[in-house]
């Protein structure tokens, strides 16, 4: 989006509304903590849980942001991982951060953002558990034949894991060989109305909070990017995808 464009209105009744007031908590509690603005208080239909992870999630943005890093070309992130040292020689000639930290180039612009501790383990973990939603469909997209595509070939994944499979889910999916006037983008099969009991559309709803809140993140880090995704969001919907 330019500068000068005005944001579209979320439409009534979108969960989208909750997304865009933690980001515009967010933001306003980031100025508060950086710039001194005024004291910022939360929406009042957030959520008191996300609220939380909101505010477990900023004063690791605002650490990160009051101590950038080094140039990207002279980073190590860990240089030991699962107990073995990487490359120990090579390393003596990069800096190595394991703090949150913003990672810039040559010439100032932000390359990274690394964000250690900024999500707590056991939200990691109720993440993970909510998988079980997409067991079924997960199974399904197993081929044991090349036609149903090579990603999904069963040889490529662990006998021994507990979730094997890949979906692909887009709110708004434009097939390759396909262009206007006559083809328009559709929301991706495991989405539509008559595929309502895979349990897809159940693992979705149980991450809107997730998503609400890395969006928030997003909006700090990278105004433009949020606002750019919230506009395509709300176009997709005003263009009447096919959902069925």
Not at 52 to 79: F, M, T
Not at 133 to 148: D, F, G, I
């Amino acid at each position: 989006m330019d500068s000068d464009e005005q944001m579209s209105e979320i439409p009534e009744g979108w969960r989208m509304k909750l997304t865009n007031q933690v980001a515009d908590y967010m933001q306003k509690r980031f100025h508060e903590e950086v710039f001194k603005a005024p004291h910022a208080l939360p929406h009042i239909s957030i959520p008191i849980p996300l609220v939380c992870r909101a505010d477990r999630v900023l004063p690791v943005i605002v650490q990160a942001y009051q101590h950038p890093g080094p140039h990207c070309q002279e980073v190590i992130i860990n240089k030991v991982r699962r107990g073995k040292t990487v490359d120990a020689a090579g390393s003596q000639h990069y800096k190595e951060i394991n703090t949150p930290t913003v990672v810039i180039n040559e010439n100032g612009n932000t390359r990274l953002w690394y964000l250690p501790g900024a999500i707590s383990h056991a939200y990691q973990k109720d993440i993970w558990n909510s998988l079980h939603c997409l067991r079924r469909p997960l199974a399904q997209s197993l081929s044991h034949s090349h036609p149903r595509g090579w990603r999904n070939d069963h040889i490529l994944f662990r006998e021994m894991a507990d979730l094997r499979g890949s979906l692909d889910l887009s709110p708004a999916w434009y097939q390759q060989g396909h262009g206007p006037p006559n083809f328009h983008a559709e929301v991706s099969r495991l989405l539509k109305a008559r595929n309502a009991q895979n349990g897809v559309r159940g693992w979705v709803d149980e991450m809107s909070d997730l998503n609400a809140l890395l969006s928030g993140v997003l909006s700090v880090i990278h105004p433009r990017m949020y606002e750019t995704g919230r506009e395509a969001l709300i176009r997709c919907r005003e263009s009447k995808l096919p959902t069925r």
